[in-house]
């Protein structure tokens, strides 16, 4: 693809084509639609159909259960954890959203990551690279830049004119200021953080002052040709270099005028005259500029006296993006080519009084266009359009080999996006414009390990219901009967009521919300579907009864006095008496359903949480983290467990604590009240607190071997951790009912195919 | 790898027995059973695998014991000696010492030798050796004196080498040592002296081991070094002055403190063990070490202190350890590289404590040197003395100077029996620096001189140099070129066999002597017939015997339709019912060794012309039955330890039949061998073509295995145990 076209498409936004797409469900003038009896699952027949309708009435599997269960029971070896059918499901066609830009910040080692849709993630890279915090996108915003000033406050800039700032304690837009250029191209906070200056599509650099709680314009600086769409401030804060269309300028921030201008080089190899597009400035303290542009070009300038210093071609497409360490010995490069470069700065003589800027190291993780890169002091971060977040540890400053030293890729979020109503075997699928509602199929046949059974019934798509307005979807829920669904966007909340009936769906909007419901980060219902729990952004939990047509506001939970904090994640006990919170930072706290009030805090850990549920009768609360511990506390004695303590004592194996992906489902058998039922993005764990735990010399995914074992080895080699790796990349696990698990997988082949090809590239041989 | 088990003590306290209280431990009458003799007065008969004694005999109050208890062999007996000179010999069913043959000897006896199937050897102090029923015939014998006055004997051993006994003994004179080696029939005693560097420490202990009539001196120095020195056992007449040289093996000590109370012994062809202590580390350890690869493998504290001494007999080591005698078993592996290092990585066993001795491989003066040194083909008079080396080395390599001078001085003149005697001596000690070098010298110079005097042809020993192994063709060109005139198959066999880089006009001219030699004359020769007799034997028995050839598992009856194929398979069937050798078996293992030599097509093609027709005929008919002998089995290779691969003898199928083929098509004798071929050839296209046509579907199941489960939604059953 040329550079210009390319370029010239960015204002665009999302100009992905879909080589493998399903044909869009047809969309009513409601902006929620029902699925009619013909538009059942790929092409399904109508034979088909009609099974399911005769399938369809109610008490469908009461006949098949009795006769099941006992076998099931039977059958089931001594000290094993028996047989599950999985329902494994593919159809959520869930596609991860291209990044923009990453930013990093070294005072809280945290990295704000923007994605095409304008939503923002905030992961702690000192957390194992936990995705900690998210922010809903907005269908009109594009984010262009992303940067932290004066410390840890986060701006984002993008082609809506605006610059917003985010509340990071609140997980909301605090407010957004208009730039008055016209589109923002770019954005750079100066060296000490009080001041930003924006690249507007008007060829003007603006220059903000960052004041406590806003921002205000103070001056705009000389007016360039073209748009400005790279920024990079002299450390020192008295120059700002600015990326144009064919040239850069160096602007004086104190006289607001250009100070030096480097005109690039028009004469591409092998191409007609083209102009040339820079993408991305550095300043460096001792007056370099580099220049990364859509030539393919890295060219160190002099800013002094605006000559070109050194030039390295680096690829046949554009270099998009440019970082540089905060010591500025090493600075890393990406190209639409999919590659990373990393220059270090070499002495050239031993007493190092010469030094010189070197490309040494090539990284090829990413398949498509790097848009944006990152150096933090121990790796090289980058993202793109194929939706990847690499962080590549740079070898050389890493001291000891533990997580830090290994390479990671984040693909999936750190949140749930399935929801499941067991009983009615549904699922609640959220993707950030709409969500969808299916129905699970069904078997009557049973099997052994590994085999697939024939379906009497398939898979379903009940509903597609699209969002209102602009915003995107945060959050979502259905209630463990089916009958509710409720989601919100970053001001609105939405509840519905939904009716099965003979065959059809029919889904009615509940109006009359309590005012407060005005927002939610996360929603839950109690078991038995008659309670409602909201987590609103100002760090307060509504506790709201549900009934046939109304609802009634039961309690509100406020948070301790001076935390603002935003609960994230909540969990309900199955008896609906207790309700646990926990945010980032200031640990879990516990809440008594029964009486409305608080009813305790677990103490907090230095690791934010990543899952949390209350288990059955025993109202034990397991909490994971996302250094992988795992904790289990029980709330009527507001003690950790024995079990939890003898964990503690004894420590997790080795290779649990090296997975990188953090748990982000717990859940409970009903039956066998020692199960812990818990996964991550690559594995799906039992774990029995009744077995032995293992230690570091036992192998910890030891199931193919047991399988193959005798009876007695099994029992001697057996340990707490059963895991299977059968189902990967594993977005959500839950148990439907005793003997019934439901598996949503999302193959990357699939996000891969539906990605815009990237860039071709000549290979040895084609 | 080796592995100090946990060890055990024998019995309770030795009576008597002080921590220098052992005289010796030696082999009972079986396996298990050992003879203890203590600096006291008794000796005890342990059986070691239920740790108890069986028996103890004590002399007299006032008598000592002076020299450790035996047992012969021969008669089940025991035999000991006490206050010298005195000899008793007793059974197992003896009570009292005082009361069993007893025997009065004329002169001090140092020690008594027995080991299984020889009578016991008596040493007596001043050197001389007697057979124990010599002796006892005629007790009151003279016993010469064979060692000088201040002569001590310092160490003894005897072996067995290929069922005759060798004794070694060792004597020490103000700080010079000598030894001694005493064979049996035909009798004979040499005398070495041990050269060793004038700052060569105090040598504490010896052990050794004898393996081809080459016997290995291992002395253990005051400061842990362990020096290596070799005594052949040629019988060579007594010559006047005969030094042997020692060379550092091992330094297990790097710390360079000086040891003392040390002990060493071999524990198999590649372990030694090494007991003491040194005055850093002031408790006593043993340790193992792999010498091959100089590492250490494994050693053990001994806390309570040893009396130095050590005695290693079959898998297990006895020592006094405190006042207890102790027997650690242990086990060696064959070594290898991989795991003499990996005893260093992966650290110990419980109980063992693993010193970090590591080797410093650039004081280490063993062979990398010297090969470095030798591959620089610097002249022989070594000019070039590395100022790495030690003293000790110069010296040395003087005196191996001198002696390889001697050496070439004399293969000028000296008669081809005398060489040969003389070679063979050299050859013996292949550790000395520039010995490759040597060897290159030594063959130049007999070529020289069979080149000039005609009568002159020393076969045996050029064939002793050529399997030296140190030699190749560039390096002595002529020699080729002379046993080609001599028509020495047997050398050119060797060569062949040996030289890396034979150019392809001489592999030539070989093949053209080996095929045209007479078979009778071929009788006579010693050839290396390893390469054929694998299969050649077989193709005699069935010479009559028709035999269906499957090739490759295809049967070419399948392609009968073909009218000209019925004709072929006529002259294959004739092929067939002759599938015998064309030529005899020492004229195959020649032609086997040409097949093996290395070449470039391009040069051995222009070569190859030079053949007769008769010639290629032959060839090709021993090539082509090659080829059937290989297709008789599945996996188309010749039986037998070197025989030629089937790619060999398809190259030289195809360069015969390119070089000859306008002559080959137009001979009647060679039609039948190119019918068959042809036959091959259209049989394999066939073969090809048919894979071809499979692969396709394999690919395909390939693809459906692969999409098995590819599908959006499934139900599958999950068991965890």
Partial sequence: MAAAERGASRPTGDNRTSRRHRPPPLTLSAHFRLRGANDCFRGQSARTWCEVEAGWGGERESPEQPDRRPEAGGRRPAGGMGEFKVHRVRFFNYVPVGIRCVAYNHQSNRLAVSRVDSSIEIYNLAANSFQEKFFPGYESRSTEALCWAKGQRLFSAGLSGDVIEYDLEQLSVKYSVDGFGGPIWSMAADPSGSYLAIGCEDGSVKLFQVTPDKIQLERTLERQKGRVLSLSWHPSGTHIAAGSIDYVAVLDVQSGSTAQKMLMDKRHPGSQRRRCVVWGVAFLSDGTVVSTDSAGMVQFWDSETGTLVQTHPLASSDVLSIAVAEKEDSMVVGTAEGTIFHFQLIHSRSDGKQSQWVRTKPFQHHTHDVRSVAHSPTALISGGVDTHLVIRPLMEKVEVKSYDAALRKVTFPHRRLISCAKKMQLLLFQFPQRLELWRLGATDAAGKNEDILPLSRNAEHLLQLKKKGPENICCSCISPCGSWIAYSTASRFYLYRMNYENNSVSIKRVSKVPKFLNSALQILFSADSTKLFVASNQGSLHVVQLSEGTLKHLHTFHPQSGTLEAMPLLAVSPDGNWLAAAGMSNGVSIYDLKHLKPHGTVPAYNFPVTALAIAPDTNNLVIAHADQQIFEFSIPQKQYTDWSRKVQKHGLHYLWLERDTPITHITFHPKRPTHILLHDTYMFCIIDKSMPLPDDKTPLFNQLSLREASENVRRRHAHAFKISKKFQPLLFMDLLDEGTLVAVERPLEDIIAQLPPPIKRKKFGT | ?721
């Fill in chain 2, 1 to 721: 790898m080796a592995v100090l088990e946990e060890d055990f003590t024998l019995g309770g306290l030795v009576p008597g027995a002080g921590l220098d209280g052992l005289l010796g431990v030696e082999h009972g009458q079986k396996a298990d059973l050992f003879l203890v003799t203590d600096r006291g007065r008794t000796v005890i008969l342990y059986k070691v695998s239920d740790q108890k004694p069986l028996g103890c005999w004590s002399v007299k109050q006032g008598q000592t014991i002076t020299c450790p208890a035996v047992c012969n062999f021969q008669t089940g007996e025991y035999v000991v000696v006490h206050d010298d000179k005195v000899l008793r010999i007793w059974k197992n069913e003896d009570v009292n010492l005082d009361k069993v043959f007893k025997a009065t000897l004329s002169a001090d006896v140092y020690r008594i030798h027995s080991v299984q199937n020889t009578e016991p050897l008596v040493l007596f102090r001043e050197g001389a050796v007697r057979r124990l029923d010599a002796l006892l015939a005629e007790p009151q014998q003279e016993i010469e004196a064979v060692i000088s006055d201040e002569e001590v004997i310092k160490w003894t051993k005897l072996f067995l080498d290929s069922n005759q006994p060798v004794l070694i003994f060792v004597t020490e004179k103000h700080g010079n040592y000598f030894v001694y080696v005493q064979v049996f029939n035909p009798r004979n005693l040499c005398k070495y002296t041990l050269l060793r560097g004038e700052e060569e420490p105090v040598t504490l202990s010896f052990a050794a081991s004898v393996n081809e009539r080459l016997v290995t001196l291992l002395c253990l120095s005051c400061n842990g070094s362990i020096y290596e020195t070799l005594i052949p056992l040629n019988q060579s007449k007594p010559e006047e002055k005969q030094v042997l040289v020692t060379s550092l093996l091992l330094k297990t000590n790097v710390s360079g403190s000086v040891l003392k109370g040390v002990s060493l012994a071999i524990l198999d062809k590649d372990h030694v063990a090494v007991m003491g202590t040194s005055l850093k580390a002031p408790k006593e350890s043993i340790s193992v070490w792999n010498i091959k690869f100089q590492t250490l493998q494994t050693s053990k504290e001994l806390s309570q202190g040893t009396g130095g001494q050590l005695w290693c007999y079959g898998g297990k080591l006895f020592m006094l350890h405190g006042k207890f005698l102790t027997v650690i078993p242990f086990k060696c592996e064959i070594s290898s590289l991989a795991a003499a290092l990996g005893k260093l990585k992966n650290i110990q066993a419980p109980g063992t404590q693993t010193v970090s001795h590591f080797v410093n491989w650039g004081t280490f003066q063993g062979d990398g040197l010297e090969s470095q040194d030798s591959n620089n083909l610097v002249p022989l008079k070594g000019q070039s003395k590395r100022s790495s080396r030690t003293r000790r080395n110069e010296t040395r390599s003087q005196l191996e100077d001198s002696t390889n001078k001697e050496f070439l001085s004399g293969v000028k003149d000296a008669s081809e029996k005398h060489l040969e005697q003389q070679l063979s001596k050299f050859l013996a000690d292949k550790r000395t620096p520039e010995f490759q070098i040597t060897v290159g010298h030594i063959v130049t110079e007999l070529v020289e001189r069979c080149k000039a005097e005609p009568a002159f042809y020393p076969q045996s020993s050029l064939a002793q140099l050529v399997q030296t192994q140190g030699l190749s063709y560039s390096l002595c060109p002529d020699l080729m070129a002379v046993a080609l005139e001599k028509r020495d198959v047997r050398l050119l066999q060797l060569c062949l066999q040996q030289f890396p880089d034979i150019p392809e006009s001489v592999t030539c001219a070989c093949l053209k002597v080996f095929l045209s030699i007479g078979d009778d004359s071929l009788q006579e020769t010693n050839v290396n017939m390893d390469s054929v007799i694998g299969y050649l034997n077989f193709a005699q028995d069935e010479k009559m015997g028709k035999t269906e050839v499957v090739q490759n598992g295809f049967s070419p009856v399948l392609l009968e339709e073909n009218n000209f194929d019925d004709k072929l398979n006529k002259l294959d069937d004739t092929m067939n019912t002759t599938l015998t050798c064309p030529v005899t078996p020492q004229k195959a293992a020649l032609l086997n060794a040409i097949l093996h030599s290395a070449y470039s097509e391009t040069f051995l093609l222009s070569n190859l012309k030079d053949l007769t027709v008769q010639h290629v005929i032959l060839f090709l008919q021993y090539l082509h039955f090659l080829y059937e002998k290989c297709s008789e089995n599945a996996s188309m290779t010749l039986p037998g330890p070197c025989p030629p691969t089937l790619n060999q003898i398809m190259d030289w199928i195809c360069l015969l039949l390119d070089a000859h083929f306008t002559v080959v098509v137009m001979i009647p004798e060679a039609k039948g061998i190119l019918a068959s071929l042809y036959k091959f050839v259209k049989a394999q296209v066939w073969v090809y073509s048919e894979l071809n046509k499979i692969e396709g579907s394999l690919q395909q199941l390939q693809k459906l295995h692969q999409q098995r489960n590819m599908g959006l939604y499934s139900i599958e059953v999950l068991e965890l145990i």
